[in-house]
């Protein structure tokens, strides 16, 4: 099988690159990135990038861009911008990564100077993480003008959040659900003078089952207010949404074609399933000094493997959807400020958030959704960034891994090392595998005698209730 997979692979370049190396393909790309060739100007025939303020974008908020280090829009943001401040509302189509949320934030400040007013604009998103980070931006944009966001989602305390509703802030940063839980059980909150609604990852609010709350939720917003949808790819379910609450949009498609960006290194290891783990700890001991986004398919993958790698000296960190919101978020901003190196995730963060400088991702689970692999790899490789990518193929994956890259359109070159190498971690992988099942099995029985003592405190509870009466 090995020797299949090897033939498929012979002599194949990733956008005619020969694999000299991560180091030196990463300048390569990363110069092909930031300097267009003669070439390819030729070829395409395209005017200079326009500047944000060529796109109608006011002084103030040029100003917030040039500190952020947005130097020139990006397609999506060339083509959303000047339609949004043109009143219309707007489908906007491009790949993760390619700075979305800048071409809805700032259309959305730009009339909020004009004419500035409480609950100005709702934004929905999939996930808290997003939520968060979505709401950062509009801050980071917004904050010399004096904008205010607020982010309401599951997971946090209701009164405190409608504490916050009740200083009327310019910008809702929610998650549906939580959405419609403050609509319709706080007190005086009303969206009755909202101007704009922006679906962020539409397909993915759609694909978690949100529809029938945003259906709900777009019966109780005012009909004369102007609308901006935002996917990745245009579903069914998305070409109905748009029916039911844009009018009249213009549509901006960067790219229709579901792919990775050019700027990505895309790499596989082939080895039997048995040594998974040891080809792990080998790849991220051989990228050390790199941040790296490990994804999990499972909770418990991504927990084991973190512990797996603590035990072996890395500085890693686990990142799923049984983690609180407030363990969520304190592990993705220990990731972001650089205190910890290696980031285990499950599919929570492959959508969407926006983690600086990741430099490679690593697939230790293949997904069997094409569109999975693209939004994990997108976590690298962003806004003209150069990034790496490494898929871990056993035997089992290679039904999976083949129709990734029969969709993505490339043919990945494998990772060069040498496998006596690889084997030489074998003991101390073992090791590290016999200690991280020994803390897996304390952390679930404390979880267990956790749950069973919040039980029992329950059932108590209701004693003395019917005792009382």
Do not use: C, W
């Given at each position: 099988m090995t020797t299949d997979i090897k033939k498929q692979k012979?002599?194949?370049?990733?956008?005619?690159?020969?694999?000299?190396?991560?180091?030196?393909?990463?300048?390569?790309?990363?110069?092909?990135?930031?300097?267009?060739?003669?070439?390819?100007?030729?070829?395409?025939?395209?005017a200079p990038p326009k500047t944000f303020r060529e796109l109608g974008v006011i002084e103030e908020l040029c100003d917030a861009c040039e500190k952020l280090g947005y130097k020139d829009p990006t397609p999506i943001q060339r083509e959303a911008i000047p339609t949004a401040l043109n009143k219309r509302d707007v489908i906007g189509l491009a790949q993760t990564g390619s700075g979305k949320t800048a071409a809805f934030a700032i259309p959305v400040i730009q009339e909020l100077w004009d004419n500035p007013s409480a609950y100005y604009a709702?934004?929905?998103?999939?996930?808290?993480?997003?939520?968060y980070q979505i709401s950062e931006q509009f801050e980071a944009l917004g904050g010399a003008i004096g904008v205010r966001s607020v982010v309401i989602v599951g997971g946090m305390d209701m009164v405190s959040q409608a504490v916050a509703l009740s200083k009327k802030p310019h910008i809702l940063v929610c998650t549906p659900g939580r959405l419609m839980d403050h609509l319709e059980n706080t007190k005086g909150f009303s969206l009755r003078n909202l101007k704009y609604l922006i679906m962020d990852e539409a397909d993915r609010l759609l694909d978690m089952d949100f529809g029938p709350i945003i259906d709900k939720f777009l019966k109780v917003i005012p009909k004369e207010r102007?609308?901006?949808?935002?996917?990745?790819?245009?579903?069914?379910?998305?070409?109905?949404?748009?029916?039911?609450?844009?009018?009249?949009?213009?549509?901006?498609?960067?790219?229709?074609?579901?792919?990775?960006?050019?700027?990505?290194?895309?790499?596989?290891?082939?080895?039997?399933?048995?040594?998974?783990?040891?080809?792990?700890?080998?790849?991220?001991?051989?990228?050390?000094?790199?941040?790296?986004?490990?994804?999990a398919r499972t909770v418990h993958d991504t927990q084991r493997l973190a512990i797996l790698l603590r035990s072996l000296g890395f500085s890693a960190i686990p990142l799923h959807g049984q983690l609180s919101q407030s363990n969520r978020l304190g592990a993705l901003n220990k990731f972001k400020s650089g205190s910890r190196s290696i980031m285990v995730a499950t599919d929570v963060a492959a959508r969407g958030l926006d983690?600086?400088?990741?430099?490679?991702?690593?697939?230790?689970?293949?997904?069997?959704?094409?569109?999975?692999?693209?939004?994990?790899?997108?976590?690298?490789?962003?806004?003209?960034?150069?990034?790496?990518?490494?898929?871990?193929?056993?035997?089992?994956d290679l039904e999976p891994f083949l129709r990734i890259e029969a969709a993505i359109g490339k043919k990945m070159q494998e990772y060069e090392h040498e496998k006596d190498a690889v084997f030489l971690l074998s003991e101390r992988v073992d090791e590290a595998q016999r200690e991280a099942a020994i803390q897996m099995k304390e952390l679930q029985d404390r979880r267990r005698s956790k749950n069973n003592f919040r039980a029992k405190r329950k059932h108590d509870d209701l004693d003395r209730e019917e005792q009382v009466s």
């Open positions: 012979k002599n194949v370049k990733v956008d005619g690159v020969e694999d000299e190396g991560f180091k030196e393909e990463t300048e390569k790309k990363t110069t092909s990135a930031s300097n267009s060739s003669s070439e390819d100007e030729d070829q395409k025939k395209e709702v934004v929905l998103a999939p996930t808290r993480e997003l939520a102007r609308t901006l949808l935002f996917s990745a790819t245009m579903t069914s379910k998305v070409e109905k949404l748009q029916r039911a609450s844009l009018h009249n949009p213009v549509r901006v498609a960067v790219s229709s074609k579901f792919s990775t960006v050019d700027t990505l290194i895309q790499r596989y290891l082939f080895f039997p399933f048995k040594h998974k783990d040891t080809y792990l700890v080998y790849l991220v001991n051989e990228l050390a000094g790199n941040t790296i986004l490990v994804f983690i600086p400088l990741v430099d490679v991702v690593v697939n230790y689970d293949i997904p069997t959704d094409s569109k999975a692999y693209v939004h994990r790899v997108g976590r690298t490789a962003r806004a003209g960034r150069a990034g790496k990518s490494v898929a871990l193929v056993t035997q089992y």
